[in-house]
């Protein structure tokens, strides 16, 4: 069955055509080429940053706890401001939770590449330690829960 230009269009819709389903587009058509790449080139990153991160990693000793505070105080107040953002506008406490989230968190990818970029005096080992070892983990197990209840608390309800 031959298809008229009418029934072509329908598969910039997301709509399967009246022959079968709809034709590969956009991401599945380019993700041989942007995707698959991408994660491998990512893997060797983390690798190299991790070597790197190793060769230095006396040095986390003279700063460890220093660290610790840093890591865990600066989401905290990150997300406070965000609650603090969310309710100035009007965001309910789903809102102000994805709020403070995006302000308690680290780009655990991007900031070390740009750190490495912009700052190569800086050691690795600490802002990877830092981002990696210390924030994430608190803002997954403990920073959740506990952004979510502040927002509750101080961001009402939206009708």
Known sequence: ?????????????????????????????TAGFF???????????LLEMGLVAARRFTDLR??????????IA???????LGILLARWVGLGPG????MAVLAASASYIAAPAAMRLSLPEANPTLYLT???????????TIGLPLYFELA????????
């Open 1 to 29: 069955m031959k298809r008229s230009p009418a029934d072509r269009s329908c598969c910039w819709s997301g709509r399967s055509s009246p022959d079968g389903p709809a034709e590969k587009r956009g991401g599945d058509a």
């Open 35 to 45: 995707v698959t790449p991408f994660q491998g080139v990512l893997a060797l990153f």
């Open 62 to 71: 003279r700063v460890g706890a220093f660290l610790v505070g840093f890591g």
């Open 74 to 80: 600066a989401p905290l107040l990150n997300a406070c």
């Open 95 to 98: 809102g102000g939770t994805l």
């Open 130 to 140: 830092s981002s990696l070892a210390i924030t994430f983990p608190f803002n997954i």
């Open 152 to 159: 509750r608390q101080f961001c009402p309800p939206t009708p």
